[in-house]
Every structure is written in C-alpha cells, then in structure tokens.
T-cell receptor
Framework: GIQVEQSPPDLILQEGANSTLRCNFSDSVNNLQWFHQNPWGQLINLFYIPSGTKQNGRLSATTVATERYSLLYISSSQTTDSGVYFCAGSTGANSKLTFGKGITLSVRP | DADVTQTPRNRITKTGKRIMLECSQTKGHDRMYWYRQDPGLGLRLIYYSFDVKDINKGEISDGYSVSRQAQAKFSLSLESAIPNQTALYFC???????????FGDGTRLSIL
C-alpha cells in the first residue's frame, strides 16, 4: 500500500500566525482528504482534494497530484484550530484511505 | 458528525469478554468503515463494506469481525478482547468511491 508522510510532526503557533502543513505520498493518489481531530477526539473532514486548490474560510488546501504532495494552509490561526491534522489518500477504484500519523498543532493565545 | 452515531461512546471491559461496537448512519451512504486509532499511529482500517453483501478485511482485521445488518448499520465485534485492543475506534461512511468520508465521534475502548 501507499505510504503517507506528514510534516512537521508538531507545530506551535501564536494566535494570528499562518502555517503550512505538508503531506507526501509514496504513489499517486486519486482520493486525498484532510481531517482535523479536535481536542475532544472528533474527526472532521476539512477537504476532499485529489487535485487543485480549494478554500474554506481561513483554511485552504492544494494538491499537486503529479508530484504526490498536498499542502494545508491555515491563516490567522485561532486557538480553536488546535488539534491533530491528518491527511489520507487512496489509489485505484477503492476508497480505502491510508492515513498519515498526523500533525499536532497548538495555537497559543 | 451527528449523522454517524457510534455506541457506546466509552467502554471498559475485561480480557476475554466479547464486545460489540455499533455504528448507524442517516447519510444514506453505501460504504461504511471501521478504523482503529492508537497514539502516534494515525488511523488504521479494520474492515470496510461497500454494500450489505460486500464486506472486506482491512489492514488489521485479526481479532475482529463485522456485521452489516442493513445499509445504515455496521457493527464491529471483538470475540475475545485482549489488552492490546485498547484504542479509540471510529466508524466512517462515504458515498461511492472518491467521496469524502464522514466519521462518528468514536468509541473509547479499554480492556483490562
């Protein structure tokens, strides 16, 4: 199966700062998703983005499928952005996602 | 996501007990999944089902079994629980291939 690497593993920001989270894949994926796990453990789907760029409020994501990576941008970070960010992808016709180990983000007030 | 409901939310039990975790969804999705999350390891797929008659093993199916009782219900069983099955378990759903997966709030399972 594919390998998913996320970087950096941990990130500490001051409220209001911007950040970029990276996800690299060992093979081409046709299904790429970003998730946020809040401090209460809930997993929220942020983006389904196999290619191109999408934006949702202060968050945006870009996937360059040919180079096998995706970036999640957080602008004007808030304390509520804290938690763990996962990327996940799958190949072929199935939707079996392989997850990275996550990036732990702490936003300080 | 309130559309995907997992029960129970928390469970503490003893080694050797049989445990069933339940998942129900109101999203009308055909595909359902069970994942396990361990600290520092991300999520790993246990079983997945593309419809009621299609059930498949995931990355870590040993020690687990599933039942897809209806389109909306997908249960995970631990026939004889062991301590290294202590983890956070998630159910997820999606529409046909390539669509976003939506997760329940998780079941925190502790096996003593």
């Amino acid at each position: 199966g594919i390998q998913v690497e996320q970087s950096p593993p941990d990130l500490i920001l001051q409220e209001g700062a911007n950040s970029t989270l990276r996800c690299n894949f060992s093979d081409s994926v046709n299904n790429l998703q970003w998730f946020h796990q809040n401090p209460w453990g809930q997993l929220i789907n942020l983006f389904y983005i196999p290619s191109g760029t999408k934006q949702n409020g202060r968050l945006s994501a870009t996937t360059v499928a040919t180079e096998r990576y995706s970036l999640l941008y957080i602008s004007s970070s808030q304390t509520t952005d804290s938690g763990v960010y996962f990327c996940a992808g799958s190949t072929g016709a199935n939707s079996k996602l392989t997850f990275g180990k996550g990036i732990t983000l702490s936003v300080r007030p | 996501d309130a559309d995907v409901t997992q029960t129970p939310r928390n469970r503490i039990t003893k080694t050797g007990k049989r445990i069933m975790l339940e998942c129900s969804q109101t999203k009308g999705h055909d595909r359902m999944y069970w994942y396990r999350q361990d600290p520092g390891l991300g999520l790993r797929l246990i079983y997945y089902s593309f419809d009621v008659k299609d059930i498949n093993k995931g990355e870590i199916s040993d020690g687990y079994s599933v039942s897809r009782q209806a389109q909306a219900k997908f249960s995970l069983s631990l026939e004889s629980a062991i301590p290294n099955q202590t983890a956070l378990y998630f159910c997820a759903t999606s529409d046909f291939g390539g669509q976003p997966q939506h997760f329940g709030d998780g079941t925190r399972l502790s096996i003593l």
